[in-house]
């Protein structure tokens, strides 16, 4: 006998089939055993699941488990380190980069690469794109991998379960569907099927990694409620609340480079006066230091212009420790707002911003005790804590590469084709 929707047994298998592929990808080497305590099931009732994610590739037995007790020793699973891997790609205002984790996690190939993309016709960043991609995927079907999924991350807004990013002002673009651009980009060689696409905001993909690789030893990962700041050229936010993203109606929540902190202040590319962007966002401050675009053009590349920021700042320059200060001020104002209306337990800074934190996090928090309501009877002295994401601005990009990967953690008897074999 079976329910309706997808309470029948082929959905129930499916969700604990996708119950034990993440338990053993997130806890394992694990033995049958201990899957059936963590997912709830018997023993014999996680056997035949063990044994189907055996056959499709996504579970290795590793060898004998300890037991501690009596009887035959299990043997130990793990996930397997060929078969499906989730390919991320990240679209930055100077920057382009690929990289490919499999299911343990690990990164098994990355490329990057300077690009001038600022106001640069989607069509030629795609097919630059789309070289990258395709380096990648060779490279990891030689060790036996394929793609299963492609998220890009982009620094604009996206149009909600589309390919479409409907406006990047840093890029320039406007109604820029990536779908064509890049078909074909990921596809094995000999392959016939291009793999799922998804474009998202990177500043929400920096959000899924933090939440997933935020932790490590002696620091545990953010709470489930926070707000994540991701800075590059632009500045994005993306709020979580109970761990799950908070998207909005169009999908379109988290602009907060473009909240106005000073309504009279300079005008903005997104059509707006006072943006928070033209205050903290990179090109504000390295003007507000004494950086000419002239020197700063002498420093091009992911990350370059900020190292230049943080070595001036070590040195003790005073124009851009003022800066900082002061775009730190800017994101404290900004952030009161959004803190006093979702109540976060956290505000996380990632991107460009966490290289710069030691300068621009005193006059942040300063602002965020000022003008956050919670008050220390409420449990919290001066509103949520700040953090420092250690992913730093390789957040997107592992955070794409994550999200390919959920449909097959999600899923896993769509991902049930065999793996490539590795090249000699």
Do not use: K
């Amino acid at each position: 006998m079976t329910a309706s929707g997808g309470d029948t047994q082929h959905g129930i298998r499916r969700r604990n089939l996708a119950r034990a592929l993440r338990t053993v990808a997130a806890q394992g080497p694990l033995s049958r055993a201990a899957v059936a305590a963590r997912i709830g099931l018997t023993r014999a009732g996680v056997a035949p699941l063990v044994d189907e994610l055996l056959r499709a590739g996504l579970l290795v037995e590793t060898g004998r488990a300890a037991t501690g007790g009596r009887g035959r020793p299990g043997s130990e699973l793990a996930v397997s380190d060929r078969g499906p891997a989730g390919i991320g790609a990240e679209i930055g205002v100077d920057h382009l980069a690929v990289c490919a984790v499999d299911l343990r996690g690990r990164v098994r190939a990355r490329v990057a690469a300077d690009a001038a993309n600022r106001h640069s016709a989607p069509g030629p960043v795609l097919r630059h794109l789309s070289a990258l991609l395709a380096e990648v995927t060779a490279e990891i079907a030689a060790e036996g991998l394929r793609p299963a999924g492609l998220t890009v991350a982009v620094p604009g807004l996206v149009a909600r379960d589309a390919t479409t990013v409907v406006h990047a002002p840093n890029l320039g673009w406007r109604a820029a569907d990536l779908a064509p651009g890049l078909a074909g980009a990921t596809t094995p060689e000999g392959g016939s099927h291009a793999v799922p696409l998804t474009v998202e905001n990177e500043a929400n993909l920096g959000a899924l990694a933090e939440l997933q690789l935020g932790g490590e030893p002696g620091r545990p990962a953010p709470p489930p409620d926070f707000v994540h700041v991701s800075a590059e050229i632009g500045i994005g936010a993306a709020v979580v609340v109970d761990g799950q993203l908070l998207r909005g109606a169009r999908g379109f929540a988290g602009e907060l480079g473009h909240v106005p902190v000073y309504p009279d202040g300079p005008p903005c590319d997104c059509g707006g006066r006072g943006c928070l962007e033209q205050y903290a966002g990179e090109q504000a401050v390295l003007r507000a230091g004494g950086l000419t675009p002239e020197r700063a053009a002498a420093h091009p590349g992911p990350g370059a212009r900020i190292g230049l920021l943080a070595r001036r700042a070590a040195d003790g320059d005073a124009a851009v420790v003022h800066a900082l200060h002061e775009a730190g001020t800017a994101l404290g104002i900004a952030l009161a707002g959004a803190v006093n209306l979702l109540d976060p337990q956290a505000v996380v800074l990632g991107g460009a911003l966490a290289g710069l934190a030691p300068w621009v996090l005193p006059s942040l928090e300063r602002e965020l005790a000022l003008r956050t309501a919670v008050t220390a009877d409420a449990g919290r002295a001066g509103g949520p804590w700040v953090t420092v994401s250690r992913l730093g601005a390789d957040g997107p990009l592992f955070g794409a590469a994550h999200a390919a990967l959920r449909a097959v953690l999600d899923d896993p008897l769509r991902s049930c084709a065999p793996a490539h074999p590795p090249r000699n």
